[in-house]
């Protein structure tokens, strides 16, 4: 199975791209995610239907799941549409993480101004105004500019078959992570993901520190130790290819140390206690798990 989730402004030919990938694609299934209706938790918005369709049985299972336009678009029209986006930055970057554990491209199909100017000219628009084109524009460039996972369009890159990550869903993050943040049990029960990050949650604040330290959260690989035997915690740490673990809490560490096997971890108090103490202190925060991330 593999994940195209395509983002870029109206007019671009970001349709045109999907089209021509149903159509070319064997066993493909395509999902639009437009704004959350009214009531919709934005994460059950984004979250729940690739948790949904990455659990359904392989018999059943399309071998491409296209994803038409998904969370980034909430940020970038959500302020032009109704004065604010309901998906946090934090948010995004943590989509974006459990994508890649699923084995997702990431495509970005994106045009210069004028030419989206033209488009419209040509064709309109009965929701986007000629005079926002622009922003729109700038706006993308600004948030894909430094994420490096996001390959403008070329059609290899679209195409290149990503393998989802051995125990993705409890695991989230990629394949071979710079550091593995071991945390103790989920804070949401709605999801199989550690560190769902609702707002005024520890998630959302550790997003949030790894954001202040300039971390690229495509490193980082989270897991919750306390939801496994250590067999399989260690069977996991050893396919991502033995990094440098942090244990977020003592509850975690506990875990990690459990059979006496385990390499020395790195400790941080949980993002819990973090949150609710030291509020301010995520940059703090964030820059002891990238000092991890390079020295080891």
Known sequence: MTIIVVEGPDLAGK?????????????????????????????EHYLRPIQDWCYEPMIIRPDWLI????????????????????????????????????GCNFTYVTQPPSILQERWDQRGDGLIKREWLADIYHDYAHWMGPRTHWAVHNTYEVLCRVKPVPMAGPYIGPAKPKVLLLGDERNDPRFIFPFVPARATSGHWLMGALREADVNHMDVGIINACEFDFDDLYFQWRQLGRPPVITLGRNAERAWQSNGIAPESHYLHHPQYERRFHYTAMKRYGQKINDVMNNG
């Open 15 to 43: 349709t045109t791209l999907v089209q021509n990938l149903v159509a070319n694609l064997m066993n493909v299934e395509m999902l639009r995610q437009g704004p959350p209706p009214s009531g919709v938790d934005i994460l």
């Open 67 to 102: 994803l038409d336009r998904w969370h980034v678009g909430e940020l970038i029209y959500g302020p032009l549409l109704r004065g604010k986006s309901l998906l946090t930055g934090q948010q995004a970057d943590y989509i974006d993480m459990v994508l890649q554990t699923f």
